[in-house]
């Protein structure tokens, strides 16, 4: 029993040291930028040992991956929301939602944003990532339409993952806009116009 109770308070430890570096990361991140941010600078302001920090994660890339999750996390529940529409008016509202949804969280995670589009560009691991990451909503998206066709409600003869793919890399190029502070239009009329053009290409 004993044994137990100091593996779990070994366990909860390593977890809240992980939290603490992966805050004192964030802010070093949001402070220098991609390429100036050391793990030094990480571990010092999450007071943590060198030792410890290199248990958690192998380098800066590694960290900036598992923050790059979590933001991204946050995009992927929009592209979660419950899709079974039963006519093109119900599908249509639900996608301009998510467009818009998806458009403002740039917004709002700008700042972070910002820093992957430098780590991108940069690392080939975070640049990896990116794309299993692009991957995964494009899944999503696609499993919709797949929905959508079924019903009867788009067009059949449309490879499904093929408009997803376009259909995200609209909403990604946006979303860069947006991020780069280079779009004079409201997120509102963004999401309007590509919903518009979307669902009237593939929806009867």
């Known amino acids: 029993m004993m044994e137990k109770e100091v593996m779990d308070k070994r366990h ?7 939290q603490k570096l992966l805050e004192a ?10 390429q100036k941010a050391t793990i030094s600078q990480m571990i010092k302001k999450a007071e943590v040992g060198y030792g410890t920090a290199y248990v958690h994660f192998e380098g800066k890339e590694d960290i900036l991956i598992v923050l790059m999750e979590d933001v991204m996390g946050k995009f992927y529940e929009i592209a979660e929301i419950s899709f079974y529409p039963k006519s093109k008016e119900e599908a249509e509202n639900i996608i301009h939602k998510q ?3 998806f458009l403002k969280m740039a917004e709002t995670e700008r700042r972070m944003l910002q820093i992957f589009e430098q780590a991108i560009g940069i690392s080939s691991a975070v640049s990896e990532k990116w794309k299993s ?3 995964k909503f494009i899944q999503r998206i696609s499993k919709d339409i797949s929905y959508a ?3 009867g409600l788009a067009r059949k003869e449309l490879n ?5 793919r376009g259909w995200f890399f609209t909403n990604e190029m946006y979303l860069w806009d947006i991020v780069r502070n280079e779009r004079q239009e409201s997120v509102e009329e963004i999401a309007k116009t590509i919903t518009a053009v979307y669902t009237r290409g593939l929806y009867l």
């Open 12 to 18: 909860l430890r390593s977890i809240k040291t992980r």
């Open 133 to 135: 990451i692009r991957e």
């Open 149 to 151: 066709q079924e019903n």
């Open 99 to 101: 467009a818009y949804s």
């Open 25 to 34: 990361a964030k802010e070093v991140f949001l402070e220098e930028g991609f």
């Open 160 to 164: 499904h993952e093929l408009v997803a």
